[in-house]
């Protein structure tokens, strides 16, 4: 007998995208992402405007995925949302309509971990064919609020094998965006002008971590320290050397993450090797990783640019993993801004 047919809703908003995901037996039939512009002016996402603008995001969001995938309400078998982390504001509205949604449709309501999320994006059949991980693998995951190394054993078994002891790695780069006068989320920005300067222009100190933990603080200090002696001798220092700045920052980052993730490989044997969360957008860190695994035999897996950053898809991904077991959550669901992988 065939199975019926899951068509599964996610919806994130964690953070300053409020999105939505169709996903129907694990193909990806809609993907919608809604940024929110009002943090720009502010350097940073202003939480309680993250509220707001998810409050006036999510109705049309979830409808143009509804549209985009050409079903209604009354189609969906089940509804997942991020629970966390994030900013509790921000979660409370996604989790409140998942809830609404599941209650008055009267279908399963799931939550999802936004981290393992990201990892499980790898996992989102998007019609391109592209290979996925197998398991065991190995996961550097690297957003605006974590660095982890995560060894990944099924869909539903993760283990922190190391993470940040302050500042994430988007953080470093939104950080030294800051310092540059760049608007927010700067990594993105970094990322353009480190493409035409030389990364070996300027040199940066490197953190002293045990294990496979990870420091972006100091950093950032050091990088401060740097910026405002360069401009107290030369008013024009950014703008005569952006590009140059921007490579060496980028490559000190990306040193570093390199570095534990080869670390981590060698300690655990796994060659399974993937890279998740906003930061995997990088090229420097992309081509950084091409190269490793070259050199040293990894089978490196990197996630489209859609599914790097956050997006539903992966929300909806984990959330159909979970459909699988019959993992579902009672109507009594909270958000959990901090919420262990
Ligand atoms: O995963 P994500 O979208 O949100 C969180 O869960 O935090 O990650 C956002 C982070 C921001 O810090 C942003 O600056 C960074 O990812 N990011 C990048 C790039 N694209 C996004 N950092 C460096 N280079 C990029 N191309
Ligand atoms: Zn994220």
Known sequence: MQRPSCILLGI??????????????????????AGQEVHRQWGGVVPELASRAHQQN???????????????????????????????????????FAKALALSRNIPLIEVNHMQ???LAHFIDDGSGRDKPAFPF???????????????????????????????AG??????????????PGGPLIDKHAVNGNPD????????????????????????????DKTAENPKFIEENLNDICASIQQAIVKS??????????????TQVAVAGGVSANSGLRKALEEKAKEKGWTLFVPPFAFCTDNAAMIAMAGYF??????????????????EV
């Open 12 to 33: 994130e908003s964690s953070c300053d995208e409020t999105a939505a995901a169709i996903i129907k037996d694990g193909k990806l039939l809609a993907n919608v992402v």
């Open 58 to 96: 999510i109705v049309p969001v979830i409808a143009s995925a509804l549209k985009q995938a050409v079903i209604g309400p009354e189609d969906l078998t089940a509804v997942s949302f991020t629970r966390g982390p994030g900013l509790m504001g921000a979660l409370l509205v996604g989790t409140s």
């Open 117 to 119: 999320a990201h990892i």
């Open 138 to 168: 190995l996961c550097l995951t690297v957003s605006g609020g974590h660095t982890q190394l995560v060894k990944v054993s099924d869909p539903y078994t993760f283990e922190i094998l190391g993470e940040t002891q302050d500042d994430a």
């Open 171 to 184: 953080e470093a780069f939104d950080k030294a965006a800051k310092i540059l006068g760049l608007p927010y």
């Open 201 to 228: 222009a300027f040199r940066f100190p490197e953190a002293q971590v045990p294990g496979l933990g990870f420091s972006f603080s100091g950093l950032k200090t050091a990088f401060l320290y740097f910026i405002r």
């Open 257 to 270: 993450l390199v570095k534990r993730l080869d670390q981590a490989v060698r300690e655990t044997g796994l």
């Open 322 to 339: 979970k459909y699988q077991r019959g993992e579902f959550c009672g109507q009594d669901v909270t958000p959990l801004a901090r919420y």
